[in-house]
């Protein structure tokens, strides 16, 4: 299911409601991994071309930190670590691809904003969580952990951090 672009704003609403219908269904409800893997991956893949064709169409330019850009890089930070688990989860494709699940938790870390609000707070907790099982490296956590409290869940910042992110993503 393809969501939407309406007037450039890709639809929030839609995305949201895909993902948590995904994240109930494959991951709170059964533990079907690689369905829930099946079914983020096209939304993740069409937010972050989304994203990078924006940012293209304003020669680099971020958006502003208005409400709407809260709401999507709060979608995408969440979207991130759930196929970042799901991956983790189906154990044949964590084999294949241990590098995208670092590299999906620590854009999740980097990107997810408001970390002061208490479903972020928690939901940070968990990303560090499953980013010091992946690493097995609690130095290394420790230090994105401090990175990413340096930055406070500003809006701007995590909407650069995806940016980068998407613009190294692509080009493989």
């Not at 639809?11 to 269904?25: S, W």
């Not at 494959?26 to 991994?33: H, P």
């Not at 502003?64 to 850009?69: E, P, Q, R």
């Not at 870390?109 to 208490?118: D, F, K, M, T, V």
Request: with cysteine; hydrophobic share 40%; aromatic share 10%.
């Amino acid at each position: 299911m393809e969501i939407q672009v309406i007037r450039d704003h890709l639809d929030i609403v839609k995305l949201q409601e895909k993902m948590n219908a995904v994240v109930f269904d494959y991951l709170d409800t059964s533990n079907n991994y690689p369905k829930a893997m099946k079914e983020l991956n096209p939304l993740y893949i069409q937010v972050t071309a989304y994203y990078k064709e924006y940012i293209e169409n304003r020669s680099g330019e971020l958006p502003s930190a208005n409400t709407y850009w809260h709401l999507f890089i709060d979608c995408c930070a969440k979207l991130c670590y759930f196929l970042a688990a799901s991956t983790y989860f189906s154990s044949n494709a964590l084999q294949k691809t241990p590098e995208e699940v670092e590299q999906l938790l620590k854009i999740a870390a980097y990107s997810l904003p408001s970390i002061e609000q208490e479903e972020n707070e928690l939901l940070l907790t968990e990303i560090l969580a499953l980013l010091t099982e992946v690493l097995a490296d609690e130095e290394k956590v420790t230090t994105i952990r401090n990175e990413v409290l340096a930055q406070k869940g500003d809006v701007k910042q995590c909407l650069q951090q995806f940016k980068l992110f998407v613009d190294q993503e692509l080009l493989v």
